[in-house]
């Protein structure tokens, strides 16, 4: 597997790759690899030129903190990497990818960026949006793939894709693999005790069976279900920030004629916070 720190030398093989008509496949991590991740990496099995990028962006913490916490495990990721057969490994430094170039960090982003996660973790989606962007324009992938437990991260990537790239990047919609009890893998997982982490399994519980009332039913009982659940967990010190059920191609409110919608879930157990959502 190639190792590659710079900016130029990944942008110089990229273009070598593009000429020679190899189709570069991208899958933009930050690190701490888990089954999440694998699927995306079993997902991408037979393209031609397969790149990981491990990059953990401080544009998108908004606290710093986090950001330091975040959880790094290098050594096992390469050697998940390497098990996976990736073709080349991305790990620029935040000298490259983020002090010595211009950024699109003051861009408007749409306005389905400033609810849920976008109202309560300011600037997150422009620091995505503007490291995402630097890595296609870096790589030129012909795919890309993401995780279906970022949500509203996905939808801003195919936002972005029609924006910038003219929709010349296929976006690889991969789903949420879950722990056995239904904790959907995340790395911050990692920071859970094993009585948080049974905690934490709750709140899907919980979702599963809001789907099954709302599919008998109909969306109307929301509210009323939502400040009953709200309720339970509350009182098992889960704190709920959100939990919402919206349009899953815009997030727009539903009315009692769309069908095609999702529940949306963040939460915090403890200081961890984690999201999560399951389609109706
Ligand atoms: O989902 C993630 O791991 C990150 O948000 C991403 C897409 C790699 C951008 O930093």
Same mark, same amino acid.
């Given at each position: 597997m190639n190792i590659i720190n710079?900016?130029?030398?990944?942008?110089?093989?990229?273009?070598?790759?593009?000429?020679?008509?190899?189709?570069?496949?991208?899958?933009p991590t930050m690190g701490n690899l888990h089954l999440g991740h694998e699927s995306l990496l079993k997902a991408s099995l037979n393209d031609d030129?397969?790149?990981?990028?491990?990059?953990?962006?401080p544009l998108q913490f908004n606290n710093y903190k986090d950001y330091e916490n975040y959880p790094k495990t290098i050594k096992k990721d390469l050697k998940i990497l390497k098990s996976y057969n990736i073709d080349c490994l991305f790990m620029p430094s935040k000298e490259d990818m983020i002090l010595k170039t211009n950024h699109d960090i003051e861009r408007k982003l749409p306005d389905f960026a400033n609810i849920l996660c976008g109202k309560f973790r300011k600037s997150h989606f422009q620091g995505v949006y503007s490291i995402v962007k630097k890595l296609f324009n870096i790589i030129k992938p012909q795919k890309a793939y993401f995780? @279906?437990? #970022?949500f509203q991260q996905l939808l801003l990537i195919k936002y972005l894709v029609k924006e910038c790239f003219k929709n010349n990047i296929e976006i690889i919609e991969c789903e949420t693999i879950r722990e056995k009890n239904g904790l959907a893998m995340s790395s911050r997982n990692n920071n859970l005790s094993i009585k948080q982490n049974r905690l934490a399994a709750l709140v899907y519980n919980e979702l599963v069976s809001l789907k099954k009332s709302l599919k008998n039913n109909n969306i109307s009982l929301f509210p009323k279900l939502r400040e009953e659940i709200i309720r339970k967990?509350? @009182?098992? #010190?889960?704190?709920?920030?959100?939990?919402?059920?919206?349009?899953?191609?815009?997030l727009n409110t539903p009315t009692e004629k769309d069908i095609d919608v999702n529940i949306f879930v963040a939460f915090y157990i403890g200081d961890v916070r984690l999201i999560d959502n399951i389609e109706i």
């Open positions: 710079s900016v130029e030398e990944q942008e110089k093989l990229c273009n070598r790759l593009t000429d020679d008509n190899i189709k570069i496949s991208l899958i030129y397969r790149i990981v990028s491990l990059f953990v962006n995780g @279906k437990k #970022d967990l509350s @009182k098992q #010190d889960i704190k709920i920030e959100y939990l919402d059920i919206l349009c899953r191609n815009n």
